[in-house]
């Protein structure tokens, strides 16, 4: 079965949230009555120290941690996986990628199985919480490496690798200001609610990860078309039965063997010779905010470096919570809730709101606008994505131009639109010049700059003639 999804406690109204909020007991909810658009804190009810290193995934442990295990060293066990392993451990392919790990691929292994220290505790609960094997655990490492902002070609994004029509059917957020795939809490929600989808139709964890990364259809459609050559076959044995009779593409074809591969490397590192530092697990505490508020501003209430609220909020694209909707949950370090609300009062009223608006006048364009604000125009557009432009590439007037701070904009993430389905030449748009037109007035027209535009196209001088195809993105 699936995960129930995790809601803020009854004591306070649910905002639409960005995030699941650890468990928490009735007592442990403070609500600070500082007045209207206030930050309400959630603490939990017991609050993990960190000791040791303090930034966020900082590798090494304190002197204390180090000194105690010299003294009490750990007893050698014999590892246990709740994957079959055992069984497909010589499977000529597994056999391959446990070669591919331990030889070219050891130092992109070994880094994986670093960052997975930083992940493991997160998502083993989240896994034997939702009725999963833990050691599906290794999935996030052949995806992504457990790379949150992890991408590729064909758009999937994230530690589990969503597409954006997916992640949007296993109750993900993905839009202009947020992107839930990127989030390592609600994506691992995300991918066990589909994992649990996918097992409960096949009736096996290898064909389930088959189906994840290829698509249920085509796994279906094997089995379908196999059915008589396969009759006596069952559960994980099913996978190879497909596999060897080409019913599935390569890719996946490869999948569960990589799956099977990375977790018996990965968890007896030992035995084949590679290791992985340690990380700070991911814990948090977490605040609720009010729309358009800065991480900077989260940043400078806790005095905690402005990385550290980006790395703990990585699904927040553009550098603040969204200009419309409800009250957001964002994570803080542990043990820093507490002091939330007194420094986020303490701040200017300027500094706690992210945008300021301007009305578009006769003329205006976005390069214009960004130039009188200390913005580009590239930075300019990522707050105003719906702006009109008439076709002279001049705004339409009389709109409303969000006006970002700069700390808001420098802290903003560079990315596709996260609507977008395949990266690559499918993306680029490419206009056909027009006789009159310049630079500067295609550049007006795009909402970009005639550096771009040079630079996009390898363009040294500024003479474009009729008919001359310019990429514009």
Do not use: C
């Amino acid at each position: 079965m699936g995960l129930r999804p995790l809601v803020a406690p009854t004591a306070v109204s649910a905002p639409t949230a960005s995030d699941a909020v650890p468990m928490l007991s009735p007592q442990a909810v403070a609500a600070v009555p500082a007045g209207e658009g206030a930050p309400v804190v959630f603490v939990e009810a017991e609050p993990v120290v960190v000791t040791g290193a303090e930034s966020v995934g900082e590798v090494g442990g304190s002197a204390v941690d180090i000194d105690e295990a010299a003294s009490n060293p750990a007893p050698v066990t014999t590892p246990v996986w709740d994957i079959d392993v055992a069984s497909y451990e010589g499977q000529d392919r597994v056999a391959y990628f446990v070669s591919r790990y331990t030889g070219p691929s050891r130092a992109t292994f070994q880094r994986a199985l670093t960052r997975q220290t930083r992940y493991a505790e997160l998502i083993t609960t989240k896994l034997r919480a939702g009725g999963l094997p833990e050691d599906m655990l290794y999935l996030a490492l052949i995806e992504s490496a457990y790379d949150v902002h992890a991408y590729s070609r064909a758009a999937a994004v994230g530690m589990w690798q969503f597409m954006t029509t997916t992640a949007r059917g296993v109750g993900l957020r993905v839009d202009w200001w947020i992107d839930e795939r990127r989030d390592p809490v609600r994506s691992t929600d995300g991918a066990i609610r589909f994992l649990n989808e996918l097992t409960e139709t096949f009736g096996s964890v290898y064909l389930a990860a088959a189906a994840y990364n290829g698509g249920p259809g085509r796994v279906s459609r094997g089995l379908t078309q196999h059915a008589t050559s396969l009759e006596g076959t069952a559960g994980d044995d099913l996978f190879f039965g497909l596999a060897e009779r080409n019913a599935l593409r390569q890719e996946t074809k490869d999948y569960v063997p990589k799956l099977i591969a990375a977790a018996l490397v990965g968890k007896d590192p030992a035995r084949f010779g590679v290791r992985g530092d340690s990380m700070l697990p991911f814990r948090w505490d977490s605040v609720r905010v009010p729309v358009a508020t800065p991480l900077a501003a989260i940043a400078k209430a806790l005095d905690v470096p402005l990385d550290t609220i980006k790395d703990y909020n990585p699904q927040i694209l553009r550098g603040m919570t969204p200009p419309i909707g409800g009250e957001l949950f964002l994570r803080v370090p542990v043990g820093s809730a507490q002091r939330f609300a007194e420094g986020f009062d303490a701040l200017d009223l300027d500094e706690r709101s992210a945008v300021r608006t301007v009305v578009s006048n006769k003329g205006d364009y976005v390069a214009k606008i960004a130039q009188a604000n200390g913005l580009t125009a590239r930075q300019l557009n990522w707050y105003n994505p719906g702006l009109r432009r008439m076709k002279s590439g001049n705004l339409v007037t009389g709109q409303r131009v969000l006006i970002p701070r700069r700390d808001v904009a420098a802290a903003a993430r560079d990315i596709p639109d996260p609507k977008v389905e395949r990266y690559g030449s499918s993306a680029a748009r490419i206009h056909l010049v027009k006789n009159g037109e310049s630079l500067g007035s295609i550049a007006r027209r795009y909402g970009t700059s005639v550096q771009r535009l040079k630079s996009l196209n390898r363009i040294s001088g500024s003479v474009i003639r009729p008919g001359q195809r310019i990429r514009v993105r």
